[in-house]
Nanobody
Framework: QVQLVESGGGLVQAGDSLRLSCAASGGTFSALAMGWFRQAPGKEREFVAAITWGGGTQYADSVKGRFTISRDNAKNTVYLQMNSLKPEDTAIYYC???????????????WGQGTQVTVSS
């Protein structure tokens, strides 16, 4: 089965940009729909963005216009470009994958370990 490893998190200031990466191995990446989720301290896990194997995308309203999800199937990697970061974006960001975007948004079975994003005001 696929293994997912996130990277690219860090401590940034409000208004900065950051790009997260999620590298996949051990499976057929090109057949997976992929997504990004986040969990802030004391809050529930929140859907952020998702992308189909064909490149179609979906975004949470809170990040629409600021975040962009993309994938490079040749590199088995999905990205989350985050612009105009706000303190409210502070969370652990996880990537996830499964066979369809609907499953990814509901209950994906493959998860990465997470990468911390902290946005200071």
């Amino acid at each position: 089965q696929v293994q997912l490893v996130e990277s690219g998190g860090g401590l940034v200031q409000a208004g900065d940009s950051l790009r997260l990466s999620c590298a996949a191995s051990g499976g057929t990446f090109s057949a997976l729909a992929m997504g990004w989720f986040r969990q802030a301290p004391g809050k529930e896990r929140e859907f952020v963005a998702a992308i189909t194997w064909g490149g179609g995308t979906q975004y949470a309203d809170s990040v629409k216009g600021r975040f962009t999800i993309s994938r490079d199937n040749a590199k088995n990697t999905v990205y989350l470009q985050m612009n105009s970061l706000k303190p409210e974006d502070t969370a652990i960001y996880y990537c996830a994958g499964d066979g369809s975007i609907g499953i990814v948004r509901r209950a994906p079975r493959n998860w990465g370990q997470g990468t911390q994003v902290t946005v200071s005001s």
